[in-house]
């Protein structure tokens, strides 16, 4: 069973940045595929990045394009969301989760976090 644990949400306003933090608790997490999503309310979760088990193969959606950056440290059991240029439609709860495969789908992923709000003023 793995355990994740997000971190560095809050409040930002438009055009500013934050990093995200999920930190797992599972030796194995150097074999998983990491992927971040993000739920807004009213909303179905959607994907918003994911990166592979070594970290050479990255995917994001159009949306944050350009804009987030996903990596991993896998000596400390942790993978990151670097978020620039933030924009008020980013408001969202953000979910890290673990997966066997390389989709991009919710369904991939076995294992999440309980997730952190990232609040976007204009």
């Known amino acids: 069973q793995v355990q994740l644990v997000e971190s560095g949400g809050g409040l930002v306003q438009a055009g500013g940045s934050l990093r995200l933090s999920c930190a797992a608790s599972e030796r194995t997490f150097s074999t998983y595929t990491m992927g971040w999503f993000r739920q807004a309310p009213g909303k179905e979760r959607e994907f918003v990045a994911r990166i592979s088990w070594s970290g050479g193969n990255t995917v994001y959606a159009d949306s944050v394009k350009g804009r987030f950056t996903i990596s991993r440290d896998n000596a400390k059991n942790t993978v990151y969301l670097q978020m620039n240029s933030l924009k008020p439609e980013d408001t969202a709860v953000y979910y890290c989760?673990?997966?066997?495969?390389?989709?991009?789908?919710?369904?991939?992923?076995?294992?999440w976090g309980q997730g952190t709000q990232v609040t976007v003023s204009s």
């Open positions: 989760a673990a997966g066997a495969g390389l989709g991009i789908s919710k369904y991939n992923y076995d294992y």
